[in-house]
């Protein structure tokens, strides 16, 4: 299957698998997530893992979080600080994110949405690369893959610029990958 077919069939599934409990799961193995100050949160669009309550759980840790922008469709993004509540517009993707005015900073730890990843660490996300990129320039962040368990294949196809997270959360726990 290629990359578009695996999009496809993955997206449905991911939707069926949304599910509140499952959400509340993932929730609360948020203590066993990798170190970070800064945390790089997404904010869901469509069935991806909604990341409210894990905002909350993170800044109960001490966390600093921030969002992810999207400010040139072929630039690496940039992330601004964020909390709950905070206002948010929609970036040059389309996504909700921090305003202009909120400051820019460097997470640590990168939380990314996928439509599906494998146990090599590789993640199919959208289709767009605006993580990739990034993950090419945020050499020292820590990135995870925030999904449901349902959500991994045997094995994903890999291109050049494809770049491995270092493991994800489910609602089975963190699993590392790297």
């Given amino acids: 299957m290629d990359k578009a077919d695996i999009r496809t069939r993955m997206r449905a599934e991911r939707k069926l698998l949304n599910q509140p409990e499952r959400v509340a799961e993932i929730v609360a193995r948020a203590l066993s997530l990798p170190a970070g100050e800064v945390v790089a949160l997404y904010s869901a669009i469509g069935a991806e893992v909604p990341t409210d309550d894990l ?54 730890l990168v939380i990314t949405p996928l439509v599906a990843f494998d146990a090599r660490g590789y993640r199919l996300g959208q289709g767009g690369g605006y993580y990739d990129r990034t993950f090419e320039v945020l050499t020292e962040a820590v990135r995870v893959g925030l999904a449901f368990a349902g959500q991994e294949v045997d094995a994903l196809p890999v291109e050049a610029h494809d770049i491995r997270l270092h493991g994800v959360l489910t609602e089975n726990g963190y699993r590392a990958l790297l």
């Fill in 55 to 108: 905002a909350t759980a993170l800044l109960a840790q001490g966390r600093t979080l921030c969002l992810p922008v999207v400010t040139s469709r072929d630039q690496p993004m940039e992330f601004r600080l964020w909390s709950p509540g905070d206002p948010l517009e929609d970036d040059e993707a389309g996504c909700p994110a921090p305003l202009d005015l909120a400051s820019t900073i460097v997470p640590d």
